[in-house]
């Protein structure tokens, strides 16, 4: 893991888009993959989104014992230099860099918010790697429309 830190280190001091290789102590070099890298941070968001209850945070009761291990995993690509964002719940404006897959009218809202994050966009080294796909609510006027 040491080794892999290290690496990590120095690819945020210049990153670069390419497959990146490093000589740990060992003499085989460890070749790895950026594509590598959303692959996993798409699969620990995936688990986080089924483990943790959306509204309250808290895990799922049948899944309680299982939810440490993942918030472990989820620091240790944090500290790897991996960021996943989740945008559910967020304010939207059309200047995000995100693809947004519909917009769709939703009651209680009064600005256009992402209800749901599909894909959640991927950062290694402060550089984006993933551009998020969202479906983004749009205040549902028509309630109002009907009663005036």
């Given at each position: 893991?040491?080794?892999?830190?290290?690496f990590?280190?120095?690819?945020?001091q210049?990153?670069?888009q390419e497959?990146?290789?490093?000589?740990?102590?060992?003499s085989?070099p460890?070749?790895?993959?950026l594509?590598?890298?959303v692959?996993?941070?798409?699969?620990?968001?995936k688990?986080?989104?089924?483990?943790?209850?959306?509204?309250?945070?808290?895990?799922?009761?049948?899944?309680?014992?299982?939810?440490?291990h993942?918030?472990?995993?989820?620091?240790?690509?944090?500290?790897?230099?991996?960021?996943?964002?989740?945008?559910?719940?967020?304010?939207?404006d059309?200047?995000?860099?995100?693809?947004?897959?519909?917009?769709?009218?939703?009651?209680?809202?009064?600005?256009?918010?992402v209800i749901e994050?599909v894909r959640?966009?991927?950062?290694?080294?402060g550089k984006?790697?993933?551009?998020?796909?969202?479906?983004?609510?749009?205040?549902?006027?028509?309630?109002?429309?009907?009663?005036?």
């Open positions: 893991m040491k080794d892999l830190r290290d990590f280190s120095r690819q945020n210049g990153f670069r497959s990146a290789q490093v000589a740990p102590q060992s085989s460890i070749k790895i993959e594509a590598s890298f692959d996993l941070g798409c699969a620990a968001w688990l986080r989104q089924k483990m943790f209850d959306q509204t309250t945070g808290e895990p799922k009761e049948d899944l309680r014992h299982l939810a440490r993942v918030e472990v995993l989820w620091e240790r690509l944090s500290e790897l230099g991996l960021q996943i964002q989740d945008h559910t719940g967020n304010p939207f059309s200047g995000q860099s995100l693809e947004v897959l519909a917009f769709q009218p939703t009651r209680g809202i009064s600005r256009e918010t994050t959640p966009t991927v950062y290694f080294a984006r790697i993933l551009m998020g796909q969202v479906i983004v609510g749009t205040p549902d006027n028509s309630v109002s429309e009907e009663q005036s």
